[in-house]
């Protein structure tokens, strides 16, 4: 057993307090060599920062004014709308490409860099959006060859999709159904598939079909329907309208009407011609033949 004087456990006090103390300070000396040397590069990326979210922010302005300027001088060319849309959305997109290559250049990435990089994603994104890039296409190919332009009601062949055309944007149209639904359509689809505009040309053959009982008069039924159509406001003067024979049906004797209309016309002058027929039909004494069944019951 080892036993201390009081001057030697004095000294053992004094050497262990100088130990504390010149840690103490070893460590509040590495704690501020590298807060020293970390405070510079803090600031720095700090004001890289802000001058980022400056360039972001004036370069997002600058945008919105450059599409404004576009579509204003496309509107005062009188510019389909249909092209405003898809350039528009063309222009959006390029320039916050550039935007945020101007961004990472703040940060101090080259624009070689930059440029080698998105080469490399480019080959990997461009299998993997091969769909997307079909559309583009497609919607390239629909505002140069124009098989519909914007207003146009198309019915879409292939899966029987129809409505009014109210945009064509980069990969998509979407159309406008009569009942208020909105249809997006892939561009690939539509330039790809065979379709059919309705509402390209200014006006549209109105065409009936009305059965008569063969004990009927045909030339009876001809004249009421003749007088019922030269009586219609709407049909176009200079189309001649046509009642003839269509068919000897298996129970009526099916005669047609023809004359043409203005397209926006169509379907007023369709409804109300239908109704009137019938009404002409029964006041002139004929019959429009249905389908019947008699059932006979053995007692």
Known sequence: ??????????????????ATEATSNVKTGVFQQWLEDQVPKLVSFATLVVLALIVWIVGVRVIAFLRKLVKKSLVRHDVEVGIQTFV???LKAVSYII???????????????LAAVVASLGVTAGLALQGSLSNFAGGVLILILKPFVVGDYIIEDTHKNEGTVFEIS???????????????????????????NVTHAD???????????????????????????????????????????KELGDSSVVLALRFEAKTEDYWDVRFRMLEEIKYAIEEAGLHIPYPQLDVHTDK
Not at 171 to 195: E, H, M, R, W
């Open 1 to 18: 057993m080892i036993l201390l004087t009081s001057d030697s456990a004095t000294a053992v006090d004094n050497l262990t307090e100088a």
């Open 203 to 245: 006006r549209r053959l109105e065409d009936f079909a009305i059965g008569i009982s063969y004990e009927d008069d045909i030339r009876t039924a001809k004249k009421v329907l003749m007088d019922l159509a030269k009586k219609e406001e709407k049909r176009i003067p200079e189309s001649e309208p046509k009642v003839f024979v």
């Open 88 to 90: 528009d959305g063309c």
């Open 170 to 196: 980069i990969f998509y149209t979407k159309l406008k159904t009569i009942d208020n639904q909105i249809v997006v359509i892939p561009n690939g689809t539509l330039a790809n598939s065979s379709l059919t």
């Open 99 to 113: 935007l945020i290559a101007c961004v990472l250049r703040v940060f101090g990435i080259e624009a070689t860099s």
